[in-house]
C-alpha cells in the first residue's frame, strides 16, 4: 500500500518561496492522483493542486493558480510543490495524499487508499 510522507515546510516572509516534497513508497506513483491538501485549524482540509496520472494535467485552486507548481520527479517516486510568492493566508498544515482521479480533488476529504500522513507546517509571516 501507497505511504506518502511531506516534508520541506518552515517559516517563511511573504513573498518567499519554499518547496514542498511528498516521498512514496509501496507503490509507484503513477498508480495515483497524486493532490496537496492544507488545513488551517479550524477548518476543513482542502484541495489545493493535483497531477493527473493519466495525462500528465495539472489542477490548482484559483487561490494558487500562477503561484503554486506541482511536479514530480520519477526517479525519486516525489511529487514536489513549489510555492513562490507566499501569502500569509497560505499558512496552514500542507498534506500529500493519492486520489482515484483529479476530478474531485477539491473536495475530497480522505485518500483513495490509506491514511492522512503527518502532513509538513507552512507559515507565513512577517
Known amino acids: 500500500q501507497v505511504q506518502l510522507v511531506e516534508s520541506g515546510g518552515g517559516l517563511a516572509q511573504p513573498g518567499d518561496s519554499l518547496r514542498l516534497s511528498c516521498a512514496a513508497s509501496?507503490?509507484?506513483?503513477?498508480?495515483?492522483?497524486i493532490t496537496w491538501f492544507r488545513q488551517v485549524p479550524g477548518s476543513q482540509r482542502e484541495g489545493i493542486s493535483c497531477?493527473?496520472?493519466?495525462?500528465?494535467?495539472?489542477y490548482y485552486k484559483p487561490s494558487v493558480q500562477g503561484r503554486f507548481t506541482i511536479s514530480t520527479d520519477h526517479a525519486k517516486n516525489t511529487v514536489f510543490l513549489q510555492m513562490n510568492d507566499l501569502k500569509p493566508e497560505d499558512t496552514a498544515i500542507y498534506y500529500c495524499?493519492?486520489?482515484?482521479?483529479?476530478?474531485?480533488?477539491?473536495?475530497?476529504?480522505?485518500?483513495?487508499?490509506?491514511?492522512w500522513g503527518q502532513g509538513t507546517q507552512v507559515t507565513v509571516s512577517s
Open positions: 495524499a493519492p486520489l482515484e482521479t483529479c476530478t474531485y480533488y477539491l473536495t475530497a476529504t480522505s485518500p483513495f487508499v490509506g491514511t
Open positions: 509501496g507503490s509507484d506513483l503513477d498508480d495515483f492522483a
Open positions: 497531477l493527473s496520472p493519466f495525462d500528465g494535467r495539472t
